[in-house]
């Protein structure tokens, strides 16, 4: 009997190619797309997860309570990471980790960028990060210890095992000695480094760190495994108290932890916790692959239906002979899942073509785990599920229909079906559409959103800007540097600043003005300019004036933004007195606010006072617009005469704005892709159900065309049915998208208005591709030859 139903199975499939094709092409393009979503999932959830001891590793962030107000910062004081293990006995290891740097290493001939971090002696024993020579104990047990990676090693010394025990030079100052060689660091890590310093060396070079007031560093930490996470957090809540941070008062900063295994994916926070990020479209592309599955097996629903008038005498006179219901329904079953088989296959070749693009596309290295018997599970249970979920309706359904109902017509009578069956193909058609259009509307608002981060003005025209950093005797020659600079045809503006003009995320509590309260300090972000630096940047001065070699004074001069004032209570601060540390400092300039980092946050009080004697940080230069490359060579060429010890390294204000929004590109531009397969398929489905009616309808067409009605006025008739589906499918999906496309914004400090045409826009998307979807078979069906049509009567 079984080999009897697989005979079957076949016949009507090749009896059916058309059908046939677009089942087999809808439901693997679904699985297609919902496989590639989730191995996407998989390797952002596997992020972080090769760690032995990662359920018992945590992070430090702080919640800092002012004006009111309550914030989280993941910066912490330096000295956090010892006290940790001093006063907590269930915390086994600590490790500051302070943020990536790119410094110079030399040996001999050979002078390099590498990216640097540093961290304690403990960092190797916490985190399993594989060592191709050393011990994870002496790593970085001594102040001049340094763990290179694979590649530098072999970029420096021509191996790992030569690298080991020998001396490189640091910064063109300081000689350290490589102790530990470490694979190159892969793209499931969060911390991503070429070599890590010990981080007493580092503080030795940076006596900032040893204060607690201080906030620069990432803290991590290990507990003991029978240790209870809940009782750390209290112990460590209030551990900063001592310290100057007295949390009886409006001012007052209390630590928290998150496991380390979610800071890659929920890296956000909001007030004081710790919600979003990555983890936000982790769950976004879950429902969407959960969507244009459900799309596909529809679809299969509706193709199904169209064809059952031809199964049905089929159905009949298998009762007649005495089919059990249960047979049939394990026969229709069958079939659905022997199409399915033939889709997976499909959707499998579809994935494997597709896949370098799509790393490409979301920059992962994602391969076909085919080796992986838990893949091959995971395949199995999708055929399994489409094939239950697509074949279900048509199976039940034409197993229950009556024998004598379906013949007593004879050989060409039609069948008719009920207004239940109806309501439900043209629900299925609503929901398909409507999970459609909120892919649509999702992808117009992204990319709305993307193109206005991308394209807002921020304030300074961060075209035609580069800066590079200050090291070496760029830091004491910065004069010669800027009068050489000033030669050059292409340059024109230079400036310098402690920062980056395109991201900056110190902060300072030391700034009071009169009538501040003394126990309710405000954050300010500090940086250190150069003279020039309003007209390099291009800034807007609401009042006042920029810093200028003709005021001598101007050394306790600064300058401050317009939510700086505001924070202050001043309306016109220019000329006014405050108190910046110990030194009393006036103001001599408010300049307009402006984005100083990414849009994800709000402007923040921003104080600038002028940078002198040695300079760092970067320099920032404004070029002429079509006279880069000129400019560049020009520019390497005077930094490499003032500065033969460093490499030339430079960046453009431009693109390393755009990096802050790398993942909302991948996400406008996935939703692109989504939201057109969704459409194509939902289009599969309509098409189906076109035949469907057709089919149903081809006597009233024969007899209206007898009677006199136009193809016009047929292809109308048949049409307007399917537009009220799409309709109804608009108006319920619209506020669905509205709420889904509201919530994503919120992870925007800035953000465009969601307005009434991007769902205008996305209808009459929806309706322009219905129509044509429709209109192939309404005007096949309208220029039929009504003697066909009406033969049989």
Request: glycine residues 6%.
């Amino acid at each position: 009997m079984f080999k009897n139903y697989i005979k079957i199975a076949v016949r009507n499939l090749i009896k059916s190619k058309t059908f046939s094709g677009i089942n087999v092409l809808g439901l693997a393009l679904g699985m297609a797309c919902s496989l590639m979503i989730m191995l996407w999932i998989q390797d952002e959830l596997s992020v972080d997860a090769f760690h032995a001891n990662k359920d018992q590793l945590f992070r430090i962030y702080m919640k800092e309570y002012f004006s009111g107000k309550v914030q989280g910062v993941i910066w912490t004081p330096g000295p956090l990471a010892e006290e940790l293990k001093k006063s907590v006995p269930e915390i086994e290891m600590t490790t500051p980790y302070e943020w990536p740097s790119n410094e110079t290493f030399s040996l001999g001939s050979k002078i390099h960028k590498q990216q640097t971090n540093a961290a304690s002696a403990d960092f190797f024993k916490m985190f399993s990060f594989k060592l191709l020579e050393g011990t994870p104990e002496a790593a970085l047990k001594d102040p001049n210890s340094l763990a290179i990676s694979r590649d530098m090693a072999e970029l420096f010394f021509g191996s790992p095992q030569a690298a080991i025990g020998k001396s490189i030079k640091f910064d063109n100052r300081k000689e350290l000695m490589v102790t530990a060689v470490f694979e190159n660091i892969g793209k499931n890590s969060t911390l991503k480094f070429d070599c890590l310093r010990n981080w007493e060396g580092f503080v030795q070079d940076n006596e900032w760190a040893k204060g607690w007031d201080s906030t620069d560093p990432l803290t991590f930490f290990k507990i003991r495994k029978d240790a209870d996470p809940v009782k750390v957090q209290a112990k460590i809540k209030h551990l900063l108290d001592k310290y100057n941070r007295d949390g009886s008062k409006p001012f007052k900063t209390q630590l928290a932890m998150q496991p380390f295994h979610e800071y890659y994916l929920n890296s956000n926070i909001k007030g004081d916790h710790m919600d979003g990020g990555r983890i936000e479209y982790v769950r976004l592309f879950s429902f969407v692959a959960v969507f244009i599955l459900l799309i596909a097996c529809i679809n299969f629903m509706n193709l199904a239906t169209a064809r059952s008038a031809k199964r049905a005498k089929e159905v009949g006179v298998r009762k007649v002979v005495g089919a059990m219901r249960s047979m049939l329904v394990g026969q229709f079953m069958g079939e659905a899942i022997l199409l399915s088989v033939l889709s997976v296959i499909l959707a499998v070749l579809i994935v494997g073509l597709a896949l370098p693009s799509f790393d490409t596309l979301t920059e992962k290295n994602i391969i076909l785990p085919v080796s992986n018997i838990s893949f091959w599970g995971v395949l199995a249970g999708l055929l399994l599920i489409t094939g239950l979920v697509a074949g279900s309706y048509p199976a039940f359904f034409l197993s229950s229909l009556s024998p004598i109902r379906i013949l007593k017509g004879g050989a060409s009578s039609r069948l008719k079906f009920g207004t239940k069956s109806t309501f439900l193909r043209q629900g299925l058609v609503v929901f398909q559409f409507g999970l459609s259009i909120i892919l649509i509307v999702g992808m117009i608002i992204i990319y709305k959103q993307v193109d206005y981060v991308q394209t807002k003005n921020l304030g300074y025209d961060r075209e035609n800007l580069i800066y590079f950093p200050l090291e070496g005797d760029l830091t004491k020659n910065f004069e010669v540097l800027q009068e050489e600079l000033t030669q050059v045809p292409g340059v024109k503006d230079i400036s310098s600043m402690t920062s980056n003009p395109a991201s900056n995320g110190s902060g300072t509590e030391g700034i009071s003005w009169p009538g501040s309260d003394p126990n309710d300090r405000v954050r300010f972000t500090p940086v250190a300019v150069g003279y020039d630096f309003v007209k390099t940047m291009d800034l807007k001065l609401v009042d006042g004036r920029d810093f200028s070699r003709a005021f001598k004074t101007d050394s306790l001069a600064v300058m401050i933004n317009e939510a700086a004032a505001k924070a202050m209570g001043f309306k016109d601060p220019v000329g006014k007195e405050i108190k910046w540390g110990d030194r009393t400092v006036r103001i001599v300039g408010l300049l307009k606010d402006f984005h100083f980092q990414s849009l994800h946050s709000t402007i923040r009080p921003m104080i600038a006072n002028l940078q002198f004697q040695e300079r760092r940080g970067s320099a920032i230069i404004r070029l002429r617009a079509g006279q880069t490359t000129q400019a560049l060579a020009a520019i390497e060429k005077i930094c490499k005469k003032l500065n033969p010890k460093y490499p030339f390294t430079y960046n453009f204000t431009d693109q390393e704005y755009a990096r802050q929004y790398q993942s909302e590109q991948v996400v406008s531009k996935l939703s692109n892709y989504f939201a057109f397969l969704a459409i194509f398929i939902s289009c599969l489905g309509l098409f189906g159900l076109a035949t469907f009616t057709a089919e149903q309808r081809t006597k009233e067409i024969g007899v209206r065309k007898v009677l006199g009605a136009s193809v016009a006025g047929i292809v109308a008739l048949l049409s307007k049915d399917f537009l009220k589906l799409v309709a109804i499918a608009i108006i319920i999906a619209s506020p669905l998208a509205w709420w889904l496309m509201n919530q994503w914004l919120q992870g925007f400090a800035y953000k465009i208005d969601i307005e009434w045409w991007m769902f205008a826009l996305a209808g009459l998307l929806s309706v322009l591709i219905a129509i044509a979807t429709v209109s192939f078979q309404s005007i096949k069906a309208a220029l039929m030859n009504p003697v066909k049509s009406l033969r049989s009567e």
